[in-house]
């Protein structure tokens, strides 16, 4: 039952049940915390639950928020997406971006595990901000550490010496 599963849905203008799918709803908005308490929120055109797990929601074009420890914000957008309620993991696939102040990541998929605070791209990445372009074949990310791994081969383009000062200090 939709109405059970999302109880974390709140209202975003307005979540309509879908007459032609009982088991969709339009303009739904997760809004969630983690273990410590950081909000963030996953605002999507429809969701409609899965047939065949009910801890499962198909999301179209969702667009998240998440505020991180430093108080930084991170957004993300994607054509379409996965999110398990149970094991805290949201899949984006198509068209993936992200932005974090000055900074600009865009990959074809991304799997992000909210649980132990991590994401992974093992398709193209490329990067652009205020220090340069980074254009890597994936990545790791340990947001617990404050970690991006880039998986090889990687290119690196500094716009000019001064340009890491610009680059963001733990």
């Known amino acids: 039952d939709v109405k059970n599963t999302l109880q974390s849905v709140d209202t975003k203008d307005e979540v309509v049940p879908n007459s032609a799918d009982p088991h969709a709803l339009i303009n739904p908005l997760l809004n969630i915390r983690d273990e410590t308490q950081n909000p963030y929120s996953i605002p999507a055109a429809r969701a409609v639950q899965s047939a065949t797990d009910p801890d499962s929601i198909n999301l179209e074009n969702p667009q998240a928020e998440m505020t991180l420890e430093s108080g930084a914000k991170l957004t993300g957008a994607a054509t379409s997406g996965a999110y398990n309620q149970k094991a805290e993991k949201l899949a984006l696939d198509g068209g993936v971006k992200l932005t974090y102040p000055d900074y600009v990541l865009t990959t074809k998929k991304m799997l992000v595990d909210m649980s132990v605070k991590g994401a992974w791209a093992d398709t193209p990445v490329h990067i652009d901000g205020a220090a340069g372009t ?22 690196l383009i500094l716009h000019d010496a001064g340009s890491l000062s610009a680059l963001p200090q733990n």
Not at 137 to 155: E, R, Y
């Open 134 to 155: 980074l254009d890597s074949s994936g990545l790791h990310a340990n947001m617990t550490a404050n970690q991006l791994i880039f998986t090889g081969p990687v290119k």
